[in-house]
């Protein structure tokens, strides 16, 4: 009985010891990227496949300006679906 107790115990104390160091690490990241915030715009493109080359040219642009493809749907017999989406590092200012 003793043994199961000590065994209790001793899960119970790794468990806080567990919730502690994640919560520290937490604290720690949160106040190293504390300055800053992230937002992200999403483009909707609706392209024929009868000008896949003029589609892969556009996409190929908003690809170098940090553009990248969340979702495609390509169902209907004439057109592509895209959108597009971008993720912007923002940094706060100090008041």
């Given at each position: 009985m003793i043994e199961f107790i000590t065994h209790i115990a001793?899960?119970?104390f790794t468990a806080i010891v567990i919730v502690v160091i994640v919560s520290l690490i937490n604290r720690v990241e949160r106040k190293r990227h504390g300055e800053y915030h992230v937002t992200?715009?999403?483009?909707f493109f609706k392209f024929r496949y009868l000008e896949i080359q003029k589609m892969i040219e556009e996409l190929d642009t908003l690809g170098n300006d940090g553009w990248e493809v969340a979702s495609f749907a390509g169902e209907d017999s004439f057109y592509a679906y895209f959108i597009l989406k971008r993720?912007?590092?923002?940094?706060?200012?100090?008041r």
């Open positions: 001793s899960v119970i992200y715009e999403y483009k993720e912007t590092l923002h940094t706060t200012k100090k």
